[in-house]
C-alpha cells in the first residue's frame, strides 16, 4: 500500500520550472516555429513564460547537450544548423544505429515489432488523409523510435537520443514537401510489412535507402538547401 502512495506521488509531480523551458523551446524548435540559426532571447523566453531567466538559461544548457542549440560565449545562443557534412554525418551514424536496432529487435520480438510499426502506419496513414502533416511527422519519428524500444537494450536507445531531437528537427524542414511525405510513407509501411513476412533483408535495405543520402534520397534535398 505505502509503495502504491509512492508511485501515485512521483506520478502526480509537477514539472520543475526547468522542465517548462526545455519542452517548449524544444517544441518549437522540432517544429520549426524557431529557425535554423535563429539567436534566442533567455529575457525573451523567460518573459512569455512568466518565468525567471535562471529556468531558461538551466533549459538552454540541457539542450545544448541535445544539440538543439548552440551556446557562443559573449555572442548568445543559437538554435543549431547543420553543413551539408554534418548531415551526411548523421546519417551515416543514424543507419549504423537504426540497422543495429531493427536487427536486434527482429531477433527479439518480430511479431511485436511489426505489430507496433504497423499501428503508428495507421495512424499516418489517418494523419495524410486529412492532410495533418505536423501529426504525420511526429508519427514518422515515433516510428524510428519504435526501433529502439523494441531492442530491450537501453546503450542502443541512449545512443540514438543524442541525434533524435536533431533529426526530428530536420524531418519538419522537409515535410511541406508532399514529393518526400509520400515516398517516406511509402518506406515505412513496406519496412513494416517486410518484417511481418519475416523478410529481414528487404527491411534492412529499404531502412537503408530511407536513411542514406544517395541520389533522389529523402535527405539529398535537405542537404542541397543547407549547402
Known amino acids: 500500500m505505502e509503495s502504491t502512495k509512492k508511485r501515485q506521488r512521483q506520478i502526480r509531480r509537477p514539472k520543475s520550472l ?3 523551458p526545455t519542452a517548449q523551446i524544444r517544441e518549437e524548435i522540432i517544429n520549426g516555429e524557431l529557425a535554423l540559426g535563429e539567436m534566442l532571447s533567455e529575457s525573451g523566453m523567460a518573459g512569455s513564460l512568466g518565468i525567471s531567466k535562471t529556468p531558461v538559461r538551466e533549459a538552454l544548457v540541457r539542450l545544448e547537450s541535445e544539440g538543439l542549440v548552440t551556446i557562443v560565449p559573449q555572442k548568445g545562443t543559437f538554435v543549431f544548423t547543420v ?6 554525418d548523421m546519417c551515416t551514424v543514424r543507419s549504423a544505429l537504426e540497422t543495429t ?3 536486434v529487435s527482429y531477433q527479439h520480438t518480430r511479431s511485436e515489432l511489426a505489430a507496433g510499426l ?8 489517418s ?4 492532410k495533418d502533416i505536423a501529426t504525420y511527422l511526429k508519427l514518422d519519428t515515433q516510428y524510428h523510435r519504435e526501433l529502439f524500444e523494441h531492442s ?8 540514438y537520443r543524442i541525434i533524435d531531437a536533431k533529426m526530428a528537427a530536420l524531418r519538419t524542414r522537409l515535410g511541406s514537401d508532399p514529393v518526400h511525405v509520400e515516398k517516406s510513407y511509402r518506406q515505412h509501411v513496406e519496412i513494416a510489412e517486410a518484417i511481418g513476412k519475416s523478410r ?3 527491411a534492412l535495405k529499404v531502412l537503408g535507402g530511407h536513411i542514406s543520402q544517395h541520389s533522389g534520397s529523402y535527405w539529398e534535398e535537405l542537404a542541397g538547401k543547407i549547402g
Do not use: F
Open 18 to 20: 526547468t522542465e517548462i
Open 83 to 88: 553543413t551539408g557534412k554534418e548531415l551526411a
Open 101 to 103: 536496432a531493427l536487427k
Open 118 to 125: 504497423l499501428s503508428i502506419i495507421a495512424q499516418m496513414t
Open 127 to 130: 494523419a495524410l488523409a486529412s
Open 152 to 159: 530491450d537494450n537501453s546503450y542502443l536507445l541512449g545512443a
Open 200 to 202: 529481414l533483408q528487404v
